[in-house]
């Protein structure tokens, strides 16, 4: 996954006069557009920090629309969602995307079926994240997302094997809720304070139980550009894996 331009494994972006090459990054979006629209003002953010000036990022998102992914995931129709999920993948690179990415945890369910056959790297979500969690010197650390993101092993065997990190999730009934709390309050904008207290109260049980930090929708529960590690608060790290962990991939209400 070499090339000119790779923002996730923290390269720095070659500048010639008053032009970069930047490497185009195709984006499967929509789930859900709020996650989306995050990525996108976070990706551009990012290359502004690095390059200033007038930069942005070079970007190609394909967004559908989020009823047919909430369905897929009522419904548990993985076949149907990696089908569409690989036309789609195919669209952005046809479209000229170099490098392919998913806003959501949930769907990287099929990421091997929706992958496959692409010519374009794609970064999967979990791996910047695994590099900054084992950066930061943690080893068990806490997971809140959907139900199949909690309660299923896709994204769990994958920071457990590729990077020896354990995750504690909450009990089967906080999952239940929490999976509410995205769909029904993230995913339309809004986070109501019953519900912040929720997930704090999630988390610090995940913490009892040994859990070294908690991630994703936490930052929703924390003041912006903090993040919790142990019983500290603290700035974000400026390292290039951490910055492109909260950057590009694990945005706080990715579904």
Same mark, same amino acid.
């Given at each position: 996954?070499? %090339? !000119? &331009?790779?923002? =996730?494994?923290?390269?720095?972006? !070659?500048?010639?006069?008053?032009?970069?090459?930047?490497?185009?990054?195709?984006?499967? %979006?929509? =789930?859900?557009?709020?996650?989306?629209?995050?990525?996108?003002?976070?990706?551009?953010?990012?290359?502004?920090? #690095?390059?200033?000036?007038? *930069?942005?990022?070079?970007?190609?998102?394909?967004? +559908?629309?989020?009823?047919?992914?909430? #369905?897929?995931?009522?419904?548990?129709?993985?076949?149907?969602?990696?089908?569409?999920?690989? #036309?789609?993948?195919?669209?952005?690179?046809?479209?000229?995307?170099?490098?392919?990415?998913?806003? =959501?945890? @949930?769907?990287?369910?099929?990421?091997?079926?929706?992958? +496959?056959?692409?010519?374009?790297?794609?970064?999967?979500?979990?791996?910047? @994240? $695994? #590099?900054?969690?084992?950066?930061?010197?943690?080893?068990?650390?806490?997971?809140?997302?959907? $139900?199949?993101?909690?309660?299923?092993?896709?994204?769990?065997?994958?920071?457990?094997?590729?990077?020896?990190?354990?995750?504690?999730?909450?009990? !089967?009934?906080?999952?239940?809720?929490?999976?509410?709390?995205? &769909? *029904?309050?993230? /995913?339309?904008? +809004?986070?109501?304070?019953?519900?912040?207290?929720?997930?704090?109260?999630?988390?610090? +049980? /995940?913490?009892?139980?040994?859990?070294?930090? $908690?991630?994703?929708?936490?930052?929703?529960?924390? !003041?912006?550009?903090?993040?919790?590690?142990?019983? @500290?608060?603290?700035?974000?790290?400026?390292?290039?894996?951490?910055?492109?962990?909260? *950057?590009?991939?694990?945005?706080? &209400?990715?579904?």
């Amino acid at each position: 996954m070499g %090339g !000119p &331009f790779l923002w =996730s494994a923290g390269q720095r972006l !070659p500048v010639t006069g008053h032009t970069a090459r930047m490497r185009v990054i195709g984006i499967l %979006g929509g =789930s859900s557009d709020q996650a989306t629209a995050d990525y996108y003002r976070q990706l551009n953010l990012a290359v502004k920090r #690095r390059l200033g000036g007038f *930069h942005t990022a070079e970007l190609i998102v394909n967004s +559908q629309d989020f009823a047919v992914a909430e #369905r897929w995931v009522r419904e548990g129709a993985w076949d149907e969602a990696a089908v569409d999920l690989r #036309r789609r993948a195919q669209a952005l690179e046809r479209a000229g995307a170099e490098l392919l990415i998913c806003v =959501s945890n @949930t769907l990287h369910r099929c990421a091997a079926q929706f992958t +496959q056959g692409l010519a374009i790297p794609f970064l999967h979500i979990v791996d910047p @994240t $695994g #590099r900054a969690i084992r950066a930061a010197g943690l080893r068990r650390v806490a997971l809140l997302g959907t $139900g199949p993101v909690m309660a299923e092993d896709y994204i769990q065997r994958r920071y457990r094997e590729q990077f020896g990190i354990e995750l504690v999730v909450p009990d !089967p009934e906080q999952q239940r809720e929490l999976h509410r709390i995205i &769909f *029904h309050e993230l /995913c339309q904008g +809004q986070f109501l304070p019953a519900s912040k207290a929720y997930y704090l109260q999630a988390i610090e +049980q /995940c913490r009892q139980r040994g859990a070294e930090e $908690g991630r994703n929708e936490r930052r929703h529960a924390r !003041p912006s550009g903090q993040r919790v590690t142990g019983d @500290t608060e603290q700035d974000q790290d400026d390292s290039e894996e951490t910055r492109c962990t909260e *950057h590009v991939l694990i945005l706080s &209400f990715c579904v």
